[in-house]
């Protein structure tokens, strides 16, 4: 796919399930704004790279990501924010779930010119293991020029809750139903950021996609 190029004023939403034509780069100009959805179901291996330019002051970039991996998946994500000019803002979340002896690697950074002054720009990266074997690497990171900033990043790796599991046992619900339960609250803060047409389709096929994994695990 082409550059993504959002003009000066202009509000766009997309969403990307992966397989679709990403754009290679995203251009943002003064006052624009971009919110992006890629959603990385089970059994596709991904390398995604994604350059984002903050190009025109008041321009906005939200990105978010929600991949689910249950047997041998290899998924890289790799994402730069690139804050150029002043007034700008920035999001980038990230959340997956990695089973079987599936593999994911996530790179992001975020950088900052020396005269983008007054940015705003954050990152998050959360993944849960549901298997010894499964592997996660990620590595947030940040490259910044200016001084009147506010930024962070932050990444977690963890498992299921046991003492939700048990809570939710004790009220009649089974161990299969309670780790469902359990991940698609970890991933609807990405899932809700779907337009609102879209949205309840492409929940249910991620909530049918974990329970598959859960199923079979």
Do not use: W
Request: one cysteine or more.
């Amino acid at each position: 796919m082409k550059d993504l190029l959002i003009h000066s004023g202009e509000v766009v939403h997309k969403v990307f399930v992966y397989g679709d034509a990403l754009p290679a780069s995203i251009v943002v100009e003064r006052d624009g704004r971009v919110d992006v959805v890629v959603l990385i179901m089970p059994g596709v291996s991904v390398d995604l790279k994604l350059n984002v330019e903050l190009a025109g002051e008041g321009a906005e970039a939200n990105i978010y990501g929600a991949y689910v991996c249950g047997a041998d998946e290899k998924v890289k994500i790799a994402v730069d924010m690139h804050h150029k000019v002043p007034h700008c803002n920035s999001r980038q979340l990230f959340k997956g779930v990695a089973g079987g002896s599936s593999r994911v690697d996530f790179y992001g950074k975020i950088i900052v010119a020396q005269d983008a002054q007054r940015t705003e720009a954050y990152q998050e990266n959360h993944n849960i293991l549901l298997s010894d074997n499964a592997k996660v690497d990620t590595k947030p990171q940040l490259e910044i020029y200016a001084d009147d900033v506010k930024c962070s990043h932050g990444a977690t790796i963890g498992r299921l809750n046991e003492e939700e599991q048990f809570y939710m046992r004790s009220r009649g619900i089974t161990l299969e139903d309670a780790k469902v339960l359990q991940m698609i609250s970890f991933i609807a803060p990405v899932l809700e950021n779907i337009p609102e047409a879209d949205r309840e389709q492409l929940s249910v096929q991620f909530e049918d996609a974990i329970r598959n994994i859960v199923h079979n695990s």
